[in-house]
C-alpha cells in the first residue's frame, strides 16, 4: 500500500511539473491565449498624448488564428483585429511591420509603435 501512495503522489507531482512547463502562455503557439503585459504605454493623436508608465495592455487572440487585439489601460483605444505572422519560435510580428511601425509579441515581452490614420501606439511592456 506504501508503495501505491509513493507511485501516485509521483505520478500527480510529474504532472503537474509538465503541465506547468507546458508554453500554455506563449502567444505564438497557442490556439487561444488571453495575458496580460505591464508597462510604458502611450499614444498620440495630434495634440492629445496619453501616456502611463505602469499601464497594462491585455492582449487576446480571436477566431481566425492569426489575429489579436490589444485592449488598453489608461483611457488608451484599443487596437482590434491585428494580423501577425510567427517570426522563429515564439516570437509573433504584426503583417506589414516596418521600422516605422510593428508590433511584437513573444510570452514574456510586447513591444509596440504602431501608427494608424496619424494615430501612434506605443508599448513596452512585459509578464
Excluded at 495630434?46 to 488564428?65: E, M, P, R, Y
Excluded at 508590433?103 to 501608427?115: A, E, Q
Aim: hydrophobic residues 40%; neutral net charge.
Amino acid at each position: 500500500m506504501k508503495n501505491l501512495l509513493k507511485l501516485l503522489a509521483v505520478t500527480v507531482f510529474a504532472l503537474f511539473v509538465f503541465t506547468a512547463c507546458n508554453d500554455d502562455d506563449d502567444p505564438a503557439n497557442n490556439d487561444f491565449f488571453a495575458g496580460t503585459y505591464k508597462g510604458k504605454i502611450t499614444y498620440v493623436d495630434g495634440s492629445n498624448t496619453l501616456t502611463a508608465d505602469n499601464g497594462s495592455v491585455f492582449v487576446t487572440k480571436i477566431a481566425s488564428g492569426t489575429k489579436y487585439n490589444f485592449a488598453f489601460s489608461d483611457k488608451i483605444p484599443d487596437l482590434n483585429g491585428i494580423e501577425f505572422e510567427k517570426k522563429g519560435d515564439n516570437t509573433l510580428v504584426s503583417i506589414g511591420a516596418s521600422e516605422a511601425s510593428y508590433i511584437r509579441i513573444d510570452d514574456k515581452k510586447l513591444t509596440i509603435l504602431y501608427t494608424k490614420d496619424g494615430k501612434t501606439w506605443t508599448a513596452n511592456a512585459s509578464r
